[in-house]
């Protein structure tokens, strides 16, 4: 199926993108950027703007430049004179295709259009409903159930983790205004993208088309219905994860119980990964009495999968319940009705046995040794800051799971390793001790893990190089210890394979010394 442009799927008061190119230019020459918005409003006013504060911005934005007439128009949704407004723009093109509405000698923007700046320095605009750019959804007007989200947290976060190597096909399933898309367009040859929501799909074409990224197969629907047994070298999806009482808000309640659309979309990729291909979700998934969130989502990996799963954040059912119902603006409402949604939802809860609700990041990848039936599946809880982006750690993640999957512990004792890049030592200790209580290596870069050591295993690090086995550097730390090299290496495989396994140490190929 090629691109959709029926006029029956997309929503008839979205723009055309037939005047996109011009549209485009007229931005960029008047810097409507996110380096430009940032020098025009400064960093106090341009982190306001992404909490949905906008009179900082509205202060600087009073003169009559180019640049801000654009911000008010697009970013603060708010009316100018349109012979300042057919200075910048097309002005009649912009109408004819609905970008712009002209009253009275005044000008508004029918949709938001947000700068947003790609990973290697791309100039990229992302589309979405008025008011629904970042920070939730509050006062989304006359499409409340169909509303766009633009850009926010959780999409630059998915963004983020996705592992970036040319492919040949991708899929962004649960597409919104299409930042996923985007992404993939730059090193995929064909991007597929999906959405039950129509208005979700007009929004993805027209941010692509404004962005200048090469169009995408849209197609209506949900989860992998639309692509049937077509199956993809990469899929990433911010799903309507929302553990919620009904499906009020198309963009984020998936009109399942519980979490079973997180489960339903994890368990079917399987299916739909070419070998070798990544996937990359993220997912709320309910705590539950009596059993283990780390049993509940293991159970949702699909055979012939590795999977690393990453939880961030853990809330309780009584703060989840507060962060959503702030999201889409009901504790502004009526107290009545805002007390009655509220006890929906802990209803909801009670009735699952839910006690809170995780937050994270899911990551699979088919391989060959998972389908003969020895994965690596890593779950674990890491709720400490990381660096974006994340790819390349979590493609460095598999390919060391793949690595210590070969390797019993006499291959580790004759492997060369070295101690990995922004990797520094720290000593705990009393004041003016000889010795201290613990050593901790800690990395500065991707997951910036800590992970405490023995005198053994920061001894081992500090001389890892690429020179010699690791055998043998265990046999010069036992004589300088006075220890049974015997029982040291006896001993040490395992803690050695957790430094690999975390990415404090790098193998080296084999017989190798490091590069020069």
């Known amino acids: 199926m090629g691109d959709v442009s029926k006029t029956s799927l997309f929503a008839a008061d979205l723009p055309s993108a037939g005047h996109a190119p011009p549209l485009r230019e007229a931005l960029l020459a008047a810097a409507f950027t996110a380096d430009g918005l940032?020098?025009?409003?400064?960093?106090?006013?341009?982190?306001?703007?992404?909490?949905?504060?906008?009179?900082?911005?509205?202060?600087?934005?009073?003169?009559?430049?180019?640049?801000?007439?654009?911000?008010?128009?697009?970013?603060?949704?708010?009316?100018?004179?349109?012979?300042?407004?057919?200075?910048?723009?097309?002005?009649?093109?912009?109408?004819?295709?609905?970008?712009?509405?002209?009253?009275?000698?005044?000008?508004?923007?029918?949709?938001?259009?947000?700068?947003?700046?790609?990973?290697?320095?791309?100039?990229?605009?992302?589309?979405?409903?008025?008011?629904?750019?970042?920070?939730?959804?509050?006062?989304?007007?006359?499409?409340?159930?169909?509303?766009?989200?633009?850009?926010?947290?959780?999409?630059?976060?998915?963004?983020?983790?996705?592992?970036?190597?040319?492919?040949?096909?991708?899929?962004?399933?649960?597409?919104?205004?299409?930042i996923q898309a985007l992404h993939a367009a730059q090193h995929a040859t064909r991007v597929t993208a999906t959405d039950l929501n129509p208005r979700a799909l007009a929004f993805t074409r027209l941010t692509l088309a404004l962005s200048g990224a090469a169009p995408a197969d849209l197609r209506e629907g949900s989860l992998y219905e639309p692509v049937g047994a077509e199956t993809f070298d990469l899929i990433v999806s911010n799903p309507p994860f929302v553990i919620s009482p009904g499906a009020r808000l198309t963009y984020r309640d998936g009109g399942m119980a519980g979490d079973d659309l997180c489960r339903t979309l994890v368990q079917q990729t399987g299916d739909r990964l070419n070998e070798g291909g990544f996937a990359h979700f993220l997912a709320n998934w309910q705590h539950t009495e009596g059993e283990e969130w780390q049993d509940r989502v293991r159970s949702w990996i699909p055979e012939g999968c590795d999977a690393w799963i990453v939880q961030r954040e853990v809330q309780d059912v009584t703060q989840y319940a507060e962060l959503w119902l702030r999201d889409s603006g009901d504790h502004r409402t009526d107290p009545e009705e805002y007390e009655a949604r509220y006890d929906a939802w802990l209803d909801e809860f009670e009735t699952r046995r839910t006690k809170g609700v995780g937050f994270g990041w899911i990551t699979l990848r088919k391989s060959a040794a998972a389908a003969a039936g020895d994965p690596s599946i890593v779950i674990e809880e890491w709720p400490h800051a990381v660096e974006q982006p994340l790819?390349?750690?979590?493609?460095?993640?598999?390919?060391?799971?793949?690595?210590?999957?070969?390797?019993?512990?006499?291959?580790?004792?004759?492997?060369?390793?070295?101690?990995?890049?922004?990797?520094?030592?720290?000593?705990?200790?009393?004041?003016?001790?000889?010795?201290?209580?613990?050593?901790?290596?800690?990395?500065?870069?991707?997951?910036?893990?800590?992970?405490?050591?023995?005198?053994?295993?920061?001894?081992?690090?500090?001389?890892?190089?690429?020179?010699?086995?690791?055998?043998?550097?265990?046999?010069?730390?036992?004589?300088?210890?006075?220890?049974?090299?015997?029982?040291?290496?006896?001993?040490?495989p395992q803690a050695i394979r957790l430094l690999v396994e975390e990415g404090f140490l790098e193998p080296l190929p084999p017989g190798g010394r490091a590069a020069g």
């Open 38 to 178: 940032l020098d025009l409003l400064g960093a106090s006013a341009y982190a306001a703007l992404a909490r949905s504060e906008t009179v900082p911005a509205l202060r600087a934005t009073r003169g009559e430049a180019p640049l801000d007439t654009l911000v008010r128009l697009f970013l603060l949704q708010r009316p100018v004179p349109a012979e300042r407004a057919a200075a910048v723009l097309p002005l009649a093109e912009c109408v004819a295709d609905g970008w712009l509405t002209e009253t009275a000698g005044q000008v508004r923007a029918t949709v938001d259009v947000r700068p947003y700046g790609g990973p290697d320095g791309e100039d990229w605009f992302i589309v979405s409903d008025l008011g629904c750019a970042v920070g939730g959804a509050g006062g989304i007007g006359s499409h409340e159930k169909g509303v766009v989200l633009g850009i926010g947290g959780a999409s630059t976060t998915l963004a983020g983790i996705t592992v970036r190597e040319p492919v040949g096909s991708a899929l962004d399933v649960g597409t919104g205004s299409g």
């Open 391 to 492: 790819g390349p750690a979590v493609q460095a993640h598999f390919a060391r799971q793949d690595y210590l999957r070969r390797q019993d512990d006499a291959a580790l004792l004759a492997a060369h390793f070295t101690l990995a890049s922004e990797v520094v030592q720290e000593q705990v200790g009393l004041p003016g001790a000889e010795d201290p209580e613990h050593v901790v290596l800690r990395q500065n870069r991707g997951m910036r893990r800590a992970t405490k050591v023995d005198a053994v295993g920061a001894g081992f690090a500090g001389v890892c190089d690429g020179s010699l086995p690791a055998g043998r550097i265990l046999d010069a730390i036992a004589q300088l210890m006075n220890e049974d090299p015997v029982l040291l290496r006896d001993r040490t």
